[in-house]
């Protein structure tokens, strides 16, 4: 028996990274799954194809991501549970962060949620669900040289809990996620580093983790996704969990 047999799970983001970990925890749990992404992926073409299937889909638009909607639902047979990693982060000193930076990462990071929450609400409001979002640590405690991708995290978190207040009457629980997590977004922080910061970035990375292990993979936030998007956390909304190893504790 799977945690998640018989439900229907959609995947905004589910190529790469914590994306393609939540497709695999959810496949495993006995879901089936639909990833939507603007990349083709996950690269890994293994999985069953009457269980899963990948869409190409921008979720900055907005009519795009309701039309995948119904063709996933169609090819599903309902929806339970939707998990939203897509994101982009960016670097840049405050002072030097554009309009056009700003509006491209809010674009993404919170519109691009908004989108693909309301795009679930109809399928949800008769009989319940479960969202996952995600935020991030740099939206509770800031980041160097991140202040847009930082205010963008602090909103999905916002917009969480209040989105979960709306419509906690339709049994519809909204939480988010604040990982901390090795993946391809790791990678490219790291490229787009100048080299004489890349040695401190990797060692600083892997040891703030209190737990022991260092620096997870994206399968480690597998089985939280799972009892989230289930009946498991029936009890559970408007709540942020950092699964991060223990780096991110309000009040220490
Ligand atoms: N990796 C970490 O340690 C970490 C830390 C804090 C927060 N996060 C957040 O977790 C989430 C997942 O990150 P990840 O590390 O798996 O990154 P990732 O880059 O591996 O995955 C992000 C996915 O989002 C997709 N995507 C980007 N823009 C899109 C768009 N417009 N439409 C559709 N899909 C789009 C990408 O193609 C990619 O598959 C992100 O929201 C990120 O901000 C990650």
Redesign the pocket.
């Known amino acids: 028996m799977g945690m998640l047999d018989g439900k229907f799970a959609l995947v ?9 970990a939540a497709v695999d925890a959810f496949l495993a749990e006995g879901a089936k799954v639909v990833s ?4 083709p ?1 996950p690269k890994d073409g293994s999985r069953p194809p009457e269980h899963f299937r990948a869409m190409t ?4 638009d907005k009519q795009a991501v309701d039309t995948c909607f119904a063709q996933a639902v169609q090819f599903m047979g309902g929806l339970d549970a939707v998990c939203v ?5 960016a670097r840049k000193l405050a002072e030097d962060i554009s309009e056009e930076d700003m509006r491209r990462i809010f674009e ?2 919170v519109l ?1 949620t908004m989108f693909v929450n309301q795009a679930a609400f109809p399928y949800m409001k008769d009989k319940g669900g479960s969202i996952i979002n ?5 939206g509770i405690r800031g980041q160097v040289m991140r202040a847009h ?1 930082c205010a963008t ?1 602090g909103a999905v978190a916002a917009w969480t809990r209040a989105v979960a207040m709306d419509w906690a009457r339709y049994n519809i629980r909204v939480n988010a ?10 990678d ?1 922080v790291r490229a787009a580093l100048p080299e004489s910061e890349r040695e401190s970035f990797e060692k600083s990375i892997g040891q703030a983790q209190r737990l022991p292990g260092g620096l997870r993979g ?1 399968d480690s936030l597998g089985p939280t996704m799972a009892l989230l998007a289930g009946d498991g956390a029936s009890y559970m909304t408007g709540q942020v969990l950092s699964l991060d190893g223990g780096v991110c504790m309000l009040g220490s």
């Open positions: 905004a983001g589910g190529a790469s990274g914590a994306g393609e939507l992404d603007i990349q992926g889909c921008d979720i900055t990693p897509a994101g982009i982060t993404i990071n691009g995600f935020a991030s640590v740099s991708y995290k996620i604040a990982p901390m997590i090795y993946t391809p977004i790791v490219r994206a």
